[in-house]
């Protein structure tokens, strides 16, 4: 048996693009944790490791210990990844 899926937003206060993203899951009854990077550079500075990027926000998505981040803007981007998680439920 497979382990829930797992969904982090990383995101800043303001952020229009955010806040849609979490709308978008929320449709969806995606549960998920945010990771609010407004008045936190070293969080971004995670971002920029793992990623190479600053820039939010960024989705991680996984189960049973392989993830996956979207990083592309867009909310297409978004469901192609999260579109085979929905299926097996």
Not at 10 to 29: A, D, I, P, R, T
Not at 30 to 58: A, C, F, M, S
């Amino acid at each position: 048996m497979s382990n829930p899926l797992s969904v982090v937003v990383w995101s800043k206060q303001g952020c229009h693009y955010c806040s849609e993203v979490k709308q978008f899951l929320e449709e969806k009854q995606v549960n998920y944790q945010t990771v609010d990077v407004t008045n936190h550079d070293e969080y971004r500075d995670i971002l920029e490791v793992k990623y190479g990027i600053r820039h939010v926000p960024v989705v991680e998505i996984g189960q049973d210990g392989i993830y996956q981040g979207v990083t592309e803007v867009g909310i297409n981007h978004l469901e192609k990844v999260l579109a085979p998680f929905l299926q097996n439920r």
